[in-house]
């Protein structure tokens, strides 16, 4: 992540009984906030109806979210939703994948329009990190902060036509305080 983003200028930890330590750093660069998180990749996902969980190999991942600064939002209060979602595969046992809603129950950040993410594809901004075979690479997901009703439309139109929603209306996803997109 420090090759991609630089040096982290803050940074949180959190641990939720049972589960490893996750910490979420914060990396600043002109106008944009890139929230990562760090310790979500430490044990692979596993399918919840596996009856053994294979210690090295399957899926691993962590998150990044980006927002725009100066806008009076206090996203730094992202923190611990960010830690809740990362400890989600070891807390829930689900499979963090592009196309997913995740969904904290509450405002990202105090007063923001989200309270889901849509994960995307991985890739662009951080490579995957590579690891000794067998165990699978690090994939970092970026996430896209949605609206309770485009998580609604998400649901029932799926993944790929909420983006292209958001990518005709030419909708900022790193603005904290965007309203939906239309979706008429």
Known sequence: ??????????RAAVTFLGTDRIEV???????LVRYATLGMSAQPMADPTAVLADPVKGPRAELLLSVRRGTGADTDKVLRPLAVLAASPQVEGVVVAP????DVGEPLW???PFTSVLVA??????????LDAPADPVRFLPLLPMTPNEAAWKRVHGAQ?????????GTDLRDPGRASVSLA
Not at 99 to 102: D, R
Not at 121 to 130: A, F, I, Q, T
Not at 161 to 169: F, S, Y
């Open 161 to 169: 036509a909420l983006q292209e929603r958001w990518l005709t209306h």
């Open 121 to 130: 594809e991985p890739g662009g901004l951080v490579e995957d990190l590579e």
């Open 99 to 102: 196309g997913a809603s995740l």
């Open 110 to 112: 105090p007063g923001a």
């Open 1 to 10: 992540m420090r090759s991609a983003l630089g040096e982290p200028d803050a």
């Open 25 to 31: 750093l914060r990396f600043t660069e002109d106008d």
